[in-house]
């Protein structure tokens, strides 16, 4: 197992289907409690996956939050061609990308990534740490620009990349646009544009908002519970096909069950429709002048694949790639998914492998 420490903030700190796989866990397995004051939650959790070697878990204060981070050098003490920031989707924590951190470091990258807040080991902002819940996404594009000043500013070479998520990628999508050079490329994983066979988008949307300004934006979306999803049935995931890796969320909450996240609330919900909104602006193609590889995953049944490619066509020296046969999470599939997935990201980003 890799090694961990404390650190980086306090040297820095001064500066029903679809909607269950998107929005995340909701049933099954054991309710979590809230998070611990301390540094015992800044830390990596092991549970029989490799941690990869030489990593430094930091607290990053961004407004509102105590966000967990953790980075890892270029490996071997060799020179990077620049540093990766992982950004990831809703209801996911570092461990999850343990694997995938080791895959970039394998191309030689320095790379950082880090729970969002209320996800992961990150502080949760309500009493009820089960609740998915953010006031607005410039809360969570925050949280990215806390970590970029406070962690790869003062710790990791240039230039800095990103590889976002889904939701993730909506968040990284809208901050490269307000902060223009933020990232050098921008590689996303079936990036939250717009989500896919949602009924009565319209009707959905003024709901969430009528609901946020009537007093109800921290109860649960419809149906939604505080209870995880992870021991789900494998089966009936939309996420992966790949069984192993969809168990890997599953062992590491496990071992550390404050790892685990419920439903989202109204509140999440109707934010995340206008950080979609956001991305279909007029306006929006001028304002992104960041080079975007998106990877479509070509059975996606949880983001509309088609939203994705519309928008990408409308910005400058970008393109798509689409996966066929993946589901949702490419970077979590068979290897013959994630194959294609790496390709395409190893002719986009100068210096990888």
């Known amino acids: 197992m890799g090694s961990t420490a404390a650190g980086d903030g306090a040297a820095a700190a001064g500066r029903g289907g679809w909607l269950a796989s998107l929005l995340g866990p909701f049933r099954g397995g054991e309710r979590d409690r809230a998070p611990e004051r301390g540094e015992r939650r800044f830390r990596l959790v ?100 806390a970590v970029v000043d406070q962690v790869v500013e003062p710790f990791c070479p240039k230039p800095l990349f990103g590889l976002a998520h889904s939701m993730g990628g909506a968040i990284a999508l809208n901050a490269a646009a307000d902060h223009p050079g933020l990232f050098r490329r921008l590689v996303l994983s079936a990036p939250m544009v717009e989500i896919a066979r949602l009924p009565f988008a319209g009707t959905a949307r003024a709901v969430a908002r009528l609901c946020r300004h009537g007093g109800l934006a921290r109860s649960f979306v419809p149906g939604g519970r505080g209870r995880s999803l992870l021991f789900r049935a494998f089966e009936s995931n939309l996420l992966t096909s790949d069984e192993a890796r969809y168990r890997v969320s599953l062992d590491h909450v496990a071992v550390e ?97």
């Open 46 to 145: 092991e549970a029989g996956h490799p941690i990869p070697p030489g990593a430094v878990v930091s607290r990053v204060a961004s407004e509102g939050a105590d966000i967990r981070a953790a980075r890892w050098p270029a490996p071997d003490g060799g020179a990077a061609p620049g540093t990766v920031l992982i950004c990831t989707g809703r209801s996911e924590f570092i461990e999850k990308y343990l694997f995938v951190v080791a895959e970039l470091r394998a191309r030689g990258f320095a790379v950082v990534i880090f729970d969002w807040r209320g996800q992961g080991l990150s502080q949760r902002p309500l009493g009820d740490a089960h609740k998915g819940h953010v006031d607005r996404f410039s809360d969570y594009e925050g949280d990215l620009l």
């Open 257 to 353: 069950p404050r790892l685990a996240l419920g439903a989202p609330t109204l509140g999440w919900l109707h934010a995340a429709f206008g950080a979609m909104a956001q991305l279909h602006a007029p306006d929006y193609p001028e304002r992104m002048t960041t080079p975007v590889l998106a990877v479509v995953p070509g059975a996606d049944r949880v983001v509309e694949p088609r939203a994705t490619e519309r928008l990408v066509s409308r910005l400058r020296a970008s393109r798509v790639v689409t996966v066929p046969g993946s589901r949702h999470e490419v970077l979590m599939e068979q290897d013959c998914f994630r194959q294609q997935f790496w390709a395409a990201f190893d002719a986009f980003v100068p210096g990888s492998g």
